[in-house]
């Protein structure tokens, strides 16, 4: 695909239309509950260097491999009766990095050539009708350029990539943070991303405690990033609003006379998640050099929205 060619592509109406792109080695945009996806065949290098070049993604960094079920998962990954008590959340807002099948057919630069591998089953009935017609796993990066906002509508994937990737329009996203990715390390759980689905439901499944990975540990997400989903403008954390930035609220606030958005009047996470980088992007096109956001609880799904905005707001 060249990005330098101005004509815009036309977009699959159907699912059938999105999974005949896929298993013609294309790349096409779908969305799931979490955010929108880049999705590509799996086992096919020339679809998964596709991602990488449209993203402008470095090389290491892994993608997630999205199945249709279980049985699709266990063709790539070996499942321990810890990892099966997980898979039956499944499908959720959960990543499980798992020890990969030796000649399991994935394409080496999906898995950036680790042993390991990252399987999701999605909980959206568009992305899940995508891959069981595909009959293909899908690595699926979220649908924006790197570094930038993750698209929780179409739309907005159709502007990052300025209408040169076909996208399947499911809507709005229902979570509207990435999912929450947990690797499987023999008896121990280790969360390397915080996301939509709350560490407290998956250690109620899994009856294990679920151990933060710190900035050393041997398990990483090579995509933690420090400076990531990164607005044009710049963050301010826990804060009120100067004159002259935009403010991103949440809960009773005051009035303001900028640009203003609330994640949620009511106080409610799940309704903040969902509304997180559509707003950020929204204040980030006012124009505001600096973007003041209000303190936001770190409860459940709270950990995930404070990593966000910590990276949108890290030193670049
Ligand atoms: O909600 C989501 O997870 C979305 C939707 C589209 O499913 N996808 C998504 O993918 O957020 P992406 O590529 O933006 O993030 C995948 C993360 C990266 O941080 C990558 O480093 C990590 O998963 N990852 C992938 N494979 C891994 C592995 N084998 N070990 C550790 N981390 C891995
Ligand atoms: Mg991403």
């Known amino acids: ?71 699709m998962a266990e063709r790539f990954a070996r499942f321990s009766p810890l990892a099966l008590r997980l898979a039956a959340l499944w499908p959720a807002s959960l990543t499980l990095v798992l020890p990969a099948r030796p000649g399991n057919g994935l394409a080496d630069v999906a898995t950036a050539g680790l042993d390991t591998v990252a399987i999701r089953i999605p909980d959206h009935p568009l992305a899940l009708a995508v891959i069981g017609e595909a009959g293909l796993p899908l690595a699926a990066p979220s649908a924006n350029p790197s570094g930038r906002l993750s698209p929780t509508t179409a739309e907005q994937v159709r502007r990052g990539f300025a209408g040169k990737v076909p996208v399947l329009d499911g809507g709005p996203c229902r979570a509207g943070v990435e999912s929450t990715i947990i690797a499987v390390d023999g008896e121990r759980l280790v969360q390397l991303r915080a996301g939509a689905m709350a560490r407290g439901e998956i250690e109620d499944r899994a009856g294990v405690t679920v151990e933060l990975a710190h900035a050393d540990a041997a398990i990483a997400a090579p995509g933690m990033l420090r400076s990531h989903y990164a ?71 709270g950990e995930a929205i404070n990593d966000r905005l910590e990276r949108a707001a890290a030193p670049r």
Do not use: W
Not at 6 to 24: E, I, Y
Not at 241 to 248: I, N, R, S, V
């Open 1 to 71: 695909m060249n990005m330098n060619d101005p004509l815009t592509v036309s977009d699959p109406a159907s699912p059938q239309a999105a999974a005949a792109l896929l298993r013609a080695g294309q790349l096409c945009a779908f969305p799931t509950e979490t955010v929108y996806g880049l999705g590509a065949d799996a086992t096919n290098p020339d679809a998964v260097l596709a991602i990488y070049a449209t993203k402008g993604r470095p090389r290491f960094n892994p993608l997630i491999i999205h199945c249709a079920d279980l049985a």
């Open 231 to 301: 607005p044009g403008a710049l963050v301010r954390l826990n804060t009120t609003p100067q004159p002259g930035e935009a403010y991103l609220a949440f809960g009773a606030a005051s009035a303001f006379a900028g640009p203003v958005r609330n994640l949620s009047p009511s106080g409610d996470l799940h309704e903040a998640a969902r509304n997180l980088f559509a707003m950020l992007g929204e204040l980030d096109a006012s124009g505001a050099p600096t973007i003041a956001v209000a303190p936001i609880p770190r409860t459940g799904l």
